[in-house]
C-alpha cells in the first residue's frame, strides 16, 4: 500500500532537484550576461584610474604627456564601440531558460558558488542547433545533436541617437551612436526607451508577427547581477577571441593552428561524397571558426562548447551578421603594457572577416552547449563520430583519461582522432581550491591513448600564440602538440592479441 507514496515522492524529489538546478544554470545565465552588461562601466573604471595617476604627475612631467587626455576620451570612443557590439549582441540571444525566474529559490542553499561561466548540466544538456539555413537556436535537448533549429531574426530596438565623429590615428569614423546600458548620453531613460520602439520584437524569418516579446526584460538593468571584476575579464578574453576566429588580423593564428587539422582532414578524406559526408567533432569549438571551416570542407560537423561566454558570441556571429566586415571593435585598449605606440593599442578590427552564413557550409553543421564528458558520454553517441578534432581542448580537463576514453568510445572502428594544442592544465594551479586536475605529460598521455585503442600516425610540433596581439612588444609562444592518431578496428585487435 506504501509504495505508490514512495513514488510519489520519489517524482517529487526529481522535480525539485531539476527545479534547482534549472534555477543554478539561470543564476549562472545572469551572472554571464551581467558581466557583458558590466563591460562598459568596468572598462570606465579603468579609464578613471588611468586618469588619475596622470594628475598626480608632476607639472613637467605631465607637459611631457600632454596629449594623454585626448587618448583617454580616444579609449572611452573605443570602449563605447566594443559595449555597442556587446548589446546588440546580447539583444539577439535568446535565452534557453525562463529569465524572469523568481529570484528567490537562488538564495536555497544548495545553490551557492554556481559555475559562473559554464553551463549548469544535470539530466539536460542545452543544445544550441545550426540548420541549414544558417540560423543557430538555443533549445533544450537531452542528447547531444538536435534537430533542426528554427530560422528566427531578432530585430534591435532603435536607442538614443547621437552623432559623433573620432579620429584615432589617421582612423576617421563618423557614427550614428546606440548606447547599451551603462553608457547612455544624457537624458537617456532605459525602459522609456523600449517603450518608444514598442519592446523587442522578433519575428519569423518571413517577418510574421511576433515569436516572442519579453525576453528583451532580462537585459533590463533590474536584472543585473553584481559580478567580480573577473567575469568582466572573461568578456574581455572573448573580445580578444573573437579576432582569433573571426578578425583578418588572426588569420596567422587561424593558419598555424586550423590549416594543419583542415589539410589532414583533407588528406585523411579525399573523397567526401555528398550523399554519404563523414561525420567530424569539435570539442572546445569556442567561437566556432573550426568548425565551420570544417563544415565548408564537406562534413557533418558539430561543434561544443561548454561556455555561455563563448555560446553567446558565437550564436550571433554564425547568425546575425549579414556582411563581411559588419562590425568594429578594439580588442587592444584593456592593456597599456608593451605598446609599440598608442595607434597600435587603439587600432579598430574589422569582423567577421568573411560571412558565415554564404561560406558554404555543409548541411548537418551543429553547435551543441554544454559539458563534453556529460554530453557525449551518453550511451547514444558510441561509434558515432568518423573524426574527433581538439584544438587547445584536452588540457581543459580535470582527468583527462576520461577525455581520451570518451574520444575514444565515440569514435567508429578506425576513426581519427587529430589534436593541436599545449598542456596547459586549466586546474593546475587552484589554490585553495579542491578541484580535481590530472596533469600528465605527453609521453604518458600517448600511453594512455595507446591503452584505449589509439595507434599514431602522424605527430610533430608547431609553433603558435594564442590571441595574441600581433603588434605587442610581448608574444607567448606554443611549441603545441599536433598529431593524428586512429582508432583500432576491433577485428584488426583482435586479429593482433590472437
Known sequence: MSTPRVGEEEDEERRRQ?????????KSLRRIVSAYLNYPDASEEDVKRYE????????????????????????RWCISRNAYFIFNMLQ???????????????EDSHL??????HFFLGERNACSCQSTSGSLCFTKNDQACCGEGSNVICKSPNGANINEEMEIE???????????PGLHPPGFNYNEEINKCGGNEVTDSNGKGNVSSSFQEWLDPSFQLNVPLVDVDKVRCIIRNIVRDWAAEGKKERDQCYKPILEELDALFPNREKDSPPSCLVPGAGLGRLALEISCLGFICQGNEFSYYMMICSSFILNQTQTAGEWTIYPWIHSNCNSLSDGDQLRPVSIPDIHPASAG???????????FVEVYSDPSQVGVWDVVVTCFFIDTAHNIIEYIEIISKILKDGGVWINMGPLLYHFADMYGQDEMSVELSLEDLKKVALQYGFQFEKENTIETTYTTNPRSMMQNRYFAAFWTMRKKSATREEHTTS
Open 170 to 180: 589617421g582612423h576617421h569614423e563618423s557614427i550614428t551612436r546606440r548606447y547599451p
Open 361 to 371: 557550409i555543409t548541411e548537418g553543421f551543429s553547435m551543441c552547449g554544454g559539458d
Open 92 to 106: 539577439a540571444f535568446e535565452p534557453p531558460l525562463d529569465m524572469s525566474q523568481d529570484a528567490d529559490i537562488f
Open 112 to 117: 551557492e558558488n554556481p559555475p559562473n561561466d
Open 18 to 26: 531539476r527545479k534547482l538546478e534549472e534555477a543554478l544554470e539561470v
Open 52 to 75: 588619475r595617476s596622470y594628475k598626480k604627475l608632476p607639472p613637467t612631467h605631465k607637459a611631457l604627456l600632454s596629449h594623454y587626455p585626448l587618448k583617454f576620451q580616444r579609449l
